[in-house]
Structure formats: structure tokens, C-alpha cells
């Protein structure tokens, strides 16, 4: 065994789900280690997309991953991905090839620590055989304990060393802080008559326990984007807080005297700007907290902190009236079609294709102009059911994304929704796509332009960000997909799901820029 091999084999062990990457020279044998240990790889077509399937897989299964990428060039091709997985604090392990020591003229040669400390991911080394085992286990404890992207750089002359052959110790929990702080929570909700909680990714595994509490002080319950679906079926649901927020839900967020926020960071996107939180009693729950806003920081697991409150917090009607609950049970969005004979607005193909699709899916969003429609508009069952790669607002990232949470959750039905300038940015992950035989739906949301900067720009030039017409259809049936251009809501009734992955290119209306969009550059 050398070190390379014995890379793969400490990762396996430890539980490592899946691995993706894009295999050279110097990434050869650890990837062929990490499968002959039992690691299943999927071969990418291109190091950002391995990434981005990498930070998708981990999010929708809860598991640690892992990237394999060849020195230098393999690792700046995946900086995209690996930023939002580490901008996303991502559990993740990418296995970047290094050039041997010493080896200063090598045309692979960068200063991959720089590199990787740059995006905010964790940039850890293998030095020798003899510690091998030791380092490798580090890595993973630092992914899953301080749920931090780690890159650990494997030096080629390293990987060479012959190794022993050493056990393993298995990964133990993290510990979690005692809950500190939860008296300032009681104090709030004795007193609250508006409360609404929203809900981040950190309180994704408490649901339950999160919604329990709601019912108890009578509070509204919301999420951010990334944590979409966690409270699916509840009456007193609104969706997703901030710019994807339905108008109701955005006013009754607003009106609220309380809001707490559970495992979640509270960015300008989820409070849009700033301004559903004025005038209202901040309290955040969460294992790191961050938000400035926050008047009260506890300290804490989110499911046990809501446990620990809702056994003494007293019962209140709070935000939950009958009326209020007729309203929500309601129509939430009224829009004039703006469908012509040759495009189809996208809140009519959304909601439409909302209606087709089996309802147990997996909806993945890139970003752009588009990106509310599919968040709006398409259910998802549960937490499990959207994955939205969004931190680091990159377009490009939406197909990979669907592709590794396909991946992860199998028994559902994957949807991707991008915008034809992510698509085509990305396509050559559709080869993987195909190759795989995923019983994919992939919406491209074609207005032949970078859709944000036309709208934002106004009346400017806009030849650098409009382009002629593509035929996407022809495209994705080149690739082997099924292959559907969409001009009206009567060409969705020509859909075929049979298991073969599905493009739909549709001819989308200009909506004269998304809501979302008119709202973040207010």
C-alpha cells in the first residue's frame, strides 16, 4: 500500500458516501482507491461540475463526500464549486493532487494553500506516510465536526511513499454545546402576540421539534431558501421568507412583533434588505450565531433548544387565527398572463409543470432572472425536496446541483431549473447525465440572454448579453435526452417521462425583470 492508497481506504472507512471528480495523472490512484474500497465515483465531465455534485450529494443525504482533482488546473477548475460549498459550510472533502516538493518549475505549480484559504475552505496537507492515517482522519473530523469544505493537497512524492497498513478509529459526534441563553427565548415568547420563526439549514433535522414549539406560542412558521420544504403540509406555513416570499407571507412577516430565527443566518436575502426585520425583537438559535440583527443569541442545538423551551413556554393563540388561516389556504400569487403565441410566460409553464410532475421530487435552481418562478411555483415534499447552491450567486451551478442531489435521493423524481446562459455554461454535464441514465427533468428557461443584466441595465446596449435563438432541443437530443421545445402551455402536453432524461427549452416571455430581482436592486 502507499500513501495514495491508503487515502482512499482511511476515507472509506470513515464513512465517506460518494466521490466525484475529474481523473489525471495525479489524481489516478487515490480515486481508484477510494473505489476499491467501496466508495461509489461518479466521473464528471468537468472539475466545477464534479464540485457542485459533490456539495449537492451532501446536502440532500447528510453525508460527508468527496472530489478527487489533478494537480493545479484540476483544482482552479473546481474553485467555483468548492467556494459555495465552503461559503455553504459544506461537509466535504476534495483530494487535490499537489506537485512534488521542490518541484518550483512545474507547469502544474501553484500555491494551492493560498488558493483554497482565499474562498474560506480549510486547506489541509498529507506530509508523510508515517501520518498519513493521522491527517487524513483530521480532514474528515474538521468537515463534519466544524461542517467546513476541506481541501487536503496530496503532494505526488508523497502519495508514492509506500505505507502501513494502520486501523482506523471510527469518527465520534461532534459534541454540542450546552444550550446557553434559552431563558432570554421564554422571556420573548411569553409576551409575543405576532411571532414567526424561519427556519435555516441548521434547523433542517428539527422540524418537528421546531414546529411543536410554533404551535405552542402560536407562531408563523417560514424558511430560508436553502431550507425549503421543511414545514410542507403545516397550515400555518408561508414558504420562503425574503425575495421568493409570496405577498402575504412577506406582510404578515413584516407585521411580526418576534421573530426567531433557527439555525439560520439571516442574510439580506432572506429579510429582504433588512427590512422584514424593522421594528421586531430578534432572537437567533443556532450552533454559530452571526447576525448582527440579533437583539438575543442562544447558543445551541436548534432541536433541543425548542424541546427545552416548549416544555415550559406557556400556550398562546399568538399569530394564529382562524381567519388567518382561511387566507393562507388561499390563492397566494395573482399575475396577468403575459403568454404571447410564440413564448410562454414562466409563471404559466411553472405552474403548469407543477401540475405534471409526480409531487415526490427533487427540485435543484440555478441562478438568474428565472430563478424565483421554479422556487415559487414548484412544491417540493419536504426539506430533502429543493437544493439551492446559492451562497456564492453563481450561475452555472444549477445541472450539477440537480445531478448530485439525484444522486442522493434516488427515489425521487430530479428537476433542474436553469436559465439557457447557466445551461449552456454547464452542458457538458449533460454527457454525464445521460451516461448515468438519470430520469432527469431539465427546465431551461430560454430568453436567449443573461436575463438579470437586461433587466437591471434598462436601456443600455445590450448586445454583450443578448444572443440569437438556440435550439436547446436539438442540443439535449444530440446528447441523447429527450428533447422538448415549449412555445405555448398546450406543448407541455407532448412531455414524456419514461426514464430517460427530459430537456424542455422553453421560449419564455420577458417579465420585465423577475420581482425578486426588481426588489435586490431596489
Not at 461537509?91 to 518541484?103: E, N, Q, R
Not at 508515517?130 to 474528515?140: G, K, P, R, Y
Not at 402576540?193 to 405552542?216: C, Q, T, Y
Amino acid at each position: 500500500m502507499n500513501v495514495a492508497e491508503a487515502v482512499g481506504r482511511t476515507l472509506a472507512e470513515l464513512g465517506v458516501a460518494q466521490a466525484f471528480g475529474v481523473v489525471g495523472s495525479g489524481n489516478f490512484e487515490v480515486t481508484n482507491a477510494l473505489r476499491a474500497y467501496g466508495v461509489p465515483f461518479v466521473a464528471a465531465r468537468h472539475e466545477g461540475g464534479a464540485a457542485t455534485m459533490a456539495d449537492a450529494y451532501a446536502r440532500m443525504s447528510d453525508r460527508v463526500t468527496a472530489v478527487t482533482l489533478h494537480q493545479g488546473c484540476g483544482l482552479t477548475n473546481a474553485m467555483t464549486g468548492i467556494t459555495e460549498a465552503a461559503k455553504s459550510r459544506t461537509p466535504m472533502i476534495v483530494l487535490a493532487a499537489d506537485v512534488p516538493t521542490g518541484a518550483t518549475a512545474s507547469n502544474f505549480r501553484i500555491d494551492q494553500n493560498a488558493v483554497v484559504n482565499a474562498v474560506g475552505a480549510v486547506s489541509r496537507r498529507v506530509t508523510s506516510a508515517e501520518t498519513v492515517v493521522e491527517e487524513t482522519f483530521a480532514a474528515v473530523e474538521t468537515a463534519v465536526h466544524d461542517r467546513r469544505t476541506v481541501v487536503l493537497n496530496l503532494p505526488l512524492d508523497v502519495q508514492a511513499q509506500p505505507a502501513e497498513l494502520t486501523a482506523v478509529a471510527p469518527l465520534t459526534p461532534p459534541v454540542m454545546p450546552a444550550p446557553h441563553g434559552v431563558e432570554d427565548l421564554i422571556e420573548v415568547l411569553q409576551t409575543a402576540d405576532r411571532p414567526v420563526f424561519i427556519a435555516g439549514r441548521g434547523a433542517r433535522g428539527a422540524g418537528p421539534a421546531v414546529a411543536e414549539l410554533a404551535g405552542k406560542v402560536g407562531a408563523l412558521l417560514a424558511t430560508s431558501a436553502v431550507a425549503h420544504g421543511l414545514f410542507h403540509g403545516s397550515p400555518w406555513n408561508l414558504g420562503i421568507s425574503g425575495g421568493f416570499a409570496t405577498p402575504l407571507a412577506a406582510s404578515l412577516i413584516a407585521d411580526a412583533d418576534v421573530v426567531v430565527a433557527w439555525g439560520c443566518s439571516l442574510t439580506k436575502w432572506t429579510t429582504r434588505q433588512g427590512r422584514l426585520l424593522a421594528d421586531k425583537v430578534i432572537v437567533q438559535v443556532d450552533l454559530d450565531p452571526q447576525s448582527p440583527d440579533a437583539k438575543h443569541r442562544i447558543h445551541g442545538d436548534v432541536g433541543e433548544v425548542a424541546r427545552l423551551v416548549a416544555d415550559v413556554a406557556p400556550s398562546r393563540t399568538g399569530y394564529r387565527t382562524e381567519e388567518l388561516r382561511a387566507w393562507l389556504a388561499g390563492p397566494q400569487w395573482a399575475y396577468d398572463d403575459l403568454s404571447t403565441s410564440n413564448t410562454i410566460d414562466p409563471r404559466t409553464l411553472t405552474i403548469r409543470l407543477d401540475e405534471l410532475l409526480p409531487r415526490d421530487r427533487i427540485v435543484a435552481v440555478d441562478s438568474g432572472n428565472f430563478m424565483g418562478y421554479p422556487a415559487a411555483h414548484l412544491s417540493v415534499p419536504d426539506q430533502y425536496g429543493f437544493c439551492f447552491t446559492q451562497a456564492f450567486q453563481s450561475i452555472g451551478l444549477g445541472l450539477a446541483t440537480g445531478l448530485g442531489a439525484a444522486l442522493a435521493r434516488p427515489d425521487r423524481l430530479p428537476v433542474a431549473a436553469v436559465g439557457d446562459g447557466g445551461f449552456l455554461m454547464s452542458i457538458a454535464e449533460l454527457e454525464t447525465v445521460a451516461r448515468l441514465e438519470l430520469p432527469m427533468v431539465i427546465v431551461v428557461y430560454n430568453d436567449n440572454a443573461y436575463g438579470a443584466e437586461v433587466h437591471h441595465f434598462g436601456d443600455a446596449d445590450m448586445g454583450a448579453v443578448s444572443f440569437p435563438d438556440t435550439d436547446i432541443a436539438a442540443i439535449a437530443r444530440g446528447y441523447g435526452c429527450h428533447g422538448l421545445t415549449v412555445r405555448t402551455v398546450e406543448d407541455l402536453n407532448d412531455l414524456v417521462l419514461d426514464g430517460r432524461p427530459v430537456v424542455i427549452d422553453a421560449k419564455i416571455t420577458g417579465d420585465g425583470g423577475s420581482w425578486w430581482l426588481q426588489d435586490a436592486f431596489s
